[in-house]
């Protein structure tokens, strides 16, 4: 089993930074990489970036890149989003998801290859 804890969200002004932490514990060597998905009020869960280890790649959601970036902290198994400029739009909770192995370039935006979820973290972008 792998357990996730988000934290790091928040209330912030449009155009405003925050980073969000995405801790891992429990079965760590069973984790293959990470994502970040966010759901808005009324809409579905959708991807926002993801840091694949073996292998190694990084991917961005159109709607985020060149302001959001993932990263991660191996020693601390812990996985970062810096969020930049923010917008009223990324109004959202923000939950990260682990993946499993052998996970291909064109499924990390997909919700059906991460196998572990976090609870999840508000984020709250006023204009």
């Known amino acids: 089993q792998v357990q996730l804890v988000e934290s790091g969200g928040g209330l912030v002004q449009a155009g405003g930074s925050l980073r969000l932490s995405c801790t891992a514990s429990?079965?760590?060597?069973?984790?293959?990489?990470m994502g970040w998905f966010r759901q808005a009020p009324g809409k579905e869960r959708e991807f926002v970036a993801a840091?694949?280890?073996?292998?190694?790649?990084?991917l961005h959601a159109d709607s985020v890149k060149g302001r959001f970036t993932i990263s991660r902290d191996n020693a601390k198994n812990t996985v970062y989003l810096q969020m930049n400029v923010l917008k009223p739009d990324d109004t959202a909770v923000y939950y990260c998801?682990?993946?499993?192995?052998?996970?291909?370039?064109?499924?990390?935006?997909?919700?059906?290859?991460?196998?572990?979820w976090g609870q999840g973290t508000q984020v709250t972008v006023s204009s």
């Open positions: 998801a682990s993946l499993g192995p052998r996970t291909i370039v064109s499924s990390l935006s997909s919700q059906a290859v991460y196998n572990y």
């Open positions: 840091i694949r280890y073996s292998s190694p790649y990084i």
């Open positions: 429990g079965r760590t060597s069973s984790i293959y990489g």
